[in-house]
């Protein structure tokens, strides 16, 4: 079982949706989940972190973290064509080098 | 400021050649890494180095070998390129003084090796 697991999709919704992506990790001792946003041919950047269990909110984004499941989740309200991306989830140890990524779900927002 | 800067950006190798992947960053950030992707694998780490003159193994170091000289670079050597290690290459890095940070991307080197 690999530590992270995330469906690679391809997932489409038309715009305005709200969309949501998913990964499960294995790992208990991760503390630190991100998201990363790549467009194509780009490197990733990074979309939202957060600590522990709980929401985090910026703008049309939310992550979720759900520790005792062993769950992530990001949101994303008011879909827009600019949001068509590959999203990665990624997640680390606390004081751990190593981020260890999901494979990335390609999203396409249809006009 | 550049941030994470790969070279070269695109290559093609025959089975067998050898070659360096460079890459240079002017954040002053100690962690360095390289990672791969491949379509439906997502990024795999290939090595890493916490500061100047350590590195240490991830995921998929065979094949590979890495060289951390000073704190600015980080480079990725193929000694014997096969068809598998055709992929997308991208070196990161993060500020290892503060727990548990983001990091950064270069734009990546896509390398075809025939």
């Known amino acids: 079982q690999k530590e992270v697991e995330q469906d690679p999709g391809p997932l489409s919704v038309p715009e305005g949706a709200i969309v949501s992506l998913n990964c499960t990790y294995s790992n208990s001792a991760f503390q630190y989940f991100m998201w990363y946003r790549q467009y194509s041919r780009k490197g990733p950047e990074l979309l939202m972190y957060t600590y522990s269990s709980g929401n985090k909110e910026d703008g049309r984004f939310t992550a979720q973290v759900d520790k005792s499941s062993k769950y992530i989740s990001l949101f994303i309200r008011d879909s827009q064509p600019s949001d068509s991306a590959t999203y990665l989830c990624a997640m680390s140890k606390y004081r751990d080098d190593k981020i260890i990524f999901g494979k990335g779900t390609r999203l396409h927002i249809l006009p | 400021n550049a941030g994470v800067t790969q070279t070269p950006k695109f290559q093609v190798l025959k089975t067998g050649q050898s070659m360096t992947l460079q890459c240079a960053q002017d954040?002053?950030?100690?962690?360095m890494y390289w990672y791969r992707q491949d379509p439906g694998m997502g990024l795999r780490l290939i090595y890493y180095?916490?500061?100047?003159?350590?590195?240490d193994k991830g995921e998929v170091p065979n094949g590979y070998n890495v060289s951390r000289l000073n704190k600015r670079e980080f480079s990725l050597r193929l000694e014997s390129a096969a068809p598998s290690q055709t992929s997308v290459y991208f070196c990161a890095n993060r500020n290892g003084d503060i727990p548990n940070t983001e990091a950064f991307f270069g734009q990546g080197t896509r390398l075809t090796v025939v």
């Open positions: 180095s916490a500061s100047e003159g350590t590195t």
């Open positions: 954040m002053n950030h100690n962690s």
